[in-house]
C-alpha cells in the first residue's frame, strides 16, 4: 500500500523567514500526482501546490515552492517569507488513478 | 463559483443510529470525494464517485456507503454508528476525477457519536 509521511509534526517559523516541511512517500506507481494542502484553524482545506511525477520541473506558486526528488520518494514543501496568515495544519497528499493518500500533517506556527 | 457546501456542519448523533451527510461539488465539477479525519486516524479516504458510479473506495467498513445523484451532489450515509465514528467528514470535488485531480474540499460535517 502506499504510504505518505511526513515527519515533522510541528514546526515553528519567524515571520519573514523561510521553512521547510518534509513528505516521503512510497508507491510502485510511475503516474502519480502529489500535493500540499493547507488547512487552517476554519478547518477548510484548501490546495497549495501540485507537482506531476512526470514533470522533472519543480513547481512554484508565488512563495511556496517544492523540492520534488522522485528518485528518493521525496517531495518537500517551502515556504519563504513567511506570514502569520500562514499558520496552519499541512498536509502532503499522494494521488494515483486508484488510491488517494494524505500524511498525518504537520502543524506550522508563525511567530511575529 | 460558490464553494464546496457541506450539511449539516454539525451532528450529533446515538449509537446504534445511522446518518447521512449531504455534498454539494462546485457547478461544473463530476467529482466527489469523501475523507473522514480524526486525531488518531488522520485524513483517511473513504470513496470517489465520477458521473452516479463509485470509482474508488477507501478501507471502511460496509457501513458507510455513499452515492451521487445526477446533478453531481453526493451524500454518504453511516450506519449502526459506533464512537469510533465520532470525526470530521470532509467532501471535496474535482473537475473531472482524472488527472490532475485537483480538488476543492468544503468545510467539513463534525459529526459526534455517542
Known amino acids: 500500500a502506499q504510504t505518505v509521511t511526513q515527519s515533522q509534526p510541528e514546526m515553528s517559523v519567524q515571520e519573514a523567514e523561510t521553512v521547510t516541511l518534509s513528505c516521503t512517500y512510497d508507491t510502485s506507481e510511475s503516474d502519480y500526482y502529489l500535493f500540499w494542502y493547507k488547512q487552517p484553524p476554519s478547518r477548510q482545506m484548501i490546495l497549495v501546490i501540485r507537482q506531476e511525477a512526470y514533470k522533472q520541473q519543480n513547481a512554484t506558486e508565488n512563495r511556496f515552492s517544492v523540492n520534488f526528488q522522485k528518485a528518493a520518494k521525496s517531495f518537500s514543501l517551502k515556504i519563504s517569507d513567511s506570514q502569520l496568515g500562514d499558520a496552519a495544519m499541512y498536509f502532503c497528499a499522494y494521488r494515483s488513478a486508484g488510491d488517494m493518500r494524505f500524511g498525518a500533517g504537520t502543524r506550522l506556527t508563525v511567530k511575529p | 463559483k460558490a464553494g464546496v457546501t457541506q450539511t449539516p456542519r454539525y451532528l450529533i448523533k446515538t449509537r446504534g443510529q445511522q446518518v447521512t451527510l449531504s455534498c454539494s461539488p462546485i457547478s461544473g465539477h463530476r467529482s466527489v470525494s469523501w475523507y473522514q479525519q480524526t486525531p488518531g486516524q488522520g485524513l483517511q479516504f473513504l470513496f470517489e464517485?465520477?458521473?452516479?458510479?463509485?470509482?474508488n473506495k477507501g478501507n471502511f467498513p460496509g457501513r458507510f456507503s455513499g452515492r451521487q445523484f445526477s446533478n453531481s451532489r453526493s451524500e454518504m450515509n453511516v450506519s449502526t454508528l459506533e464512537l469510533g465514528d465520532s470525526a470530521l467528514y470532509l467532501c471535496?470535488?474535482?473537475?473531472?476525477?482524472?488527472?490532475?485531480?485537483?480538488?476543492?474540499f468544503g468545510p467539513g460535517t463534525r459529526l459526534t457519536v455517542t
Open positions: 464517485y465520477f458521473s452516479e458510479t463509485q470509482r
Open positions: 471535496a470535488s474535482s473537475l473531472a476525477g482524472s488527472p490532475p485531480y485537483e480538488q476543492y
